[in-house]
T-cell receptor, first 114, second 114 residues
Framework: AQSVTQPDIHITVSEGASLELRCNYSYGATPYLFWYVQSPGQGLQLLLKYFSGDTLVQGIKGFEAEFKRSQSSFNLRKPSVHWSDAAEYFCAVGVGGSQGNLIFGKGTKLSVKP | NAGVTQTPKFRVLKTGQSMTLLCAQDMNHEYMYWYRQDPGMGLRLIHYSVGEGTTAKGEVPDGYNVSRLKKQNFLLGLESAAPSQTSVYFC?????????????FGDGTRLSIL
């Protein structure tokens, strides 16, 4: 079955520390993968996407993600977290079809300590 | 450069009242979606539309109705509001149902049913 798992519900990091948010997907073919960020009181904003080619993709706000087919993972990283990065992050896999062409994970909430 | 606009942003209703949430997109997207977001539940698809004049049920359609009379607008109605419908509602749109198509989200409507 197609699915996305974000194992961590809530992560707290110190400002300036590095960040890695985990995402595991289940999909039979080559996946299209997305990361979204939801700041408090806002909608979901697309951070980055992976379609093919280079397995390390760069996104907005200094984020990057690495696709690892052997691990069925698409982890989001940032070298140095800023307080403004506190938000909820959603991973998604593109499955196609009109009934919601994306399957979303349940999200990881990031808190940033000063 | 509006993208997806949702109105209203906040609303408080009494049990049994009705209301309509409006979603408007200016990207000429064919597909539109209504989700609800509840703590720990992620995004759940309520209804979706594959084009003007078409609507279909998603994962949690009970208690909601929708209409898409114009391509750019997607309305979500609550005929008789219940406390269980207290949630944050998001509208999204995508160019097509392709699995490489990101969804674009509005900023949400925060609805409380007393």
């Amino acid at each position: 079955a197609q699915s996305v798992t974000q194992p961590d519900i809530h992560i707290t990091v110190s400002e300036g520390a590095s960040l890695e948010l985990r995402c595991n997907y289940s999909y039979g073919a080559t996946p299209y993968l997305f990361w979204y960020v939801q700041s408090p009181g806002q909608g979901l904003q697309l951070l980055l996407k992976y379609f093919s080619g280079d397995t390390l993709v760069q996104g907005i706000k200094g984020f990057e993600a690495e696709f690892k087919r052997s691990q069925s993972s698409f982890n989001l990283r940032k070298p140095s977290v800023h307080w403004s990065d506190a938000a909820e992050y959603f991973c998604a896999v593109g499955v196609g079809g009109s009934q919601g062409n994306l399957i979303f994970g349940k999200g990881t909430k990031l808190s940033v300590k000063p | 450069n509006a993208g997806v606009t949702q109105t209203p942003k906040f609303r408080v209703l009494k049990t049994g009242q009705s209301m309509t949430l409006l979603c408007a997109q200016d990207m000429n997207h064919e597909y539109m979606y209504w989700y609800r977001q509840d703590p720990g539940m992620g995004l759940r698809l309520i209804h979706y539309s594959v084009g003007e004049g078409t609507t279909a049920k998603g994962e949690v359609p009970d208690g909601y109705n929708v209409s898409r009379l114009k391509k750019q607008n997607f309305l979500l109605g609550l005929e008789s509001a219940a406390p269980s419908q207290t949630s944050v509602y998001f509208c999204a749109s995508s160019k097509s149902a392709g699995r490489n198509q990101p969804q674009h989200f509005g900023d949400g409507t925060r609805l409380s049913i007393l």
